[in-house]
């Protein structure tokens, strides 16, 4: 009798002890799991917030959207033309090297390079013609195309500035590049309505074939891809 006892006391002890066990270890999986699903909604892709991920693009952009709208044109078009063709290239390869350097897909790094080294040429160019340009004095007819160029660049910045960034950085830079170029083509057409400097001009044309080219690249791309 007394045996048995001791059995049942034995028995009863070990079934409370696994009861408790198996509610601590329910307790500590359900709170891990709360954890996991925390996280994993925190490091979702398609969370508002993560869609939003400045990848440096936009902030480069909108710096470079200052130094142009803050530009004092002086009336000699060729000369502002050279000027902010200049502060816009510039911003193309900022925007570039971070493609080329956080870029995943090779032909858009591809084409980042292919900008840099264009561009860059370009602006020795007109930095080499504003060097050796006499300003001619200002009248009111070149102040009215003046501001034909600065239409030009204030509806691209306008489009640039109302993107909504992915995070992707491949997807941005196609999607911030062709409105981008755009600017670039229409500033180039202004420089060829309004220019009287032949290497401009010629300089003009070439952005245009070469830039209107790119944006066809970059459509296709993103007809394909998104």
Not at 39 to 48: F, L, S
Not at 116 to 121: D, G, N
Not at 186 to 197: F, P, S
Not at 212 to 222: H, Q, Y
Request: hydrophobic share 40%; with cysteine; net charge negative.
């Amino acid at each position: 009798m007394k045996h048995k006892i001791i059995l049942a006391t034995v028995l009863y002890i070990t079934a409370f002890f696994l009861q408790s066990c198996n509610k601590s270890s329910n307790h500590h999986d359900k709170r891990d799991a709360d954890s996991s699903m925390s996280h994993a909604k925190q490091g979702d892709p398609m969370r508002p917030d993560n869609m939003q991920m400045d990848n440096g693009m936009m902030e480069s952009m909108r710096s470079a959207m200052d130094k142009m709208d803050a530009m004092k044109m002086t009336g000699d078009f060729d000369h502002d033309f050279a000027n902010m063709m200049i502060m816009h290239h510039q911003a193309a390869i900022d925007m570039s090297e971070i493609e080329i350097v956080k870029g995943t897909v090779a032909a858009i790094v591809s084409m980042a390079k292919c900008i840099v080294t264009a561009q860059k040429a370009e602006i020795v160019e007109m930095q080499q013609f504003i060097a050796n340009h006499k300003m001619k004095e200002v009248k009111m007819q070149n102040a009215e195309m003046d501001g034909d160029l600065s239409k030009s660049m204030k509806a691209m910045m306008d489009k640039m500035n109302n993107m909504q960034m992915t995070g992707n950085t491949d997807t941005d830079f196609v999607r911030m590049m062709i409105p981008h170029h755009e600017g670039a083509v229409k500033m180039a057409e202004d420089e060829l309505a309004y220019g009287k400097h032949t290497e401009l001009k010629k300089m003009a044309e070439k952005m245009i074939i070469d830039q209107t080219k790119e944006i066809d690249e970059f459509n296709a791309w993103l007809t394909s891809n998104n």
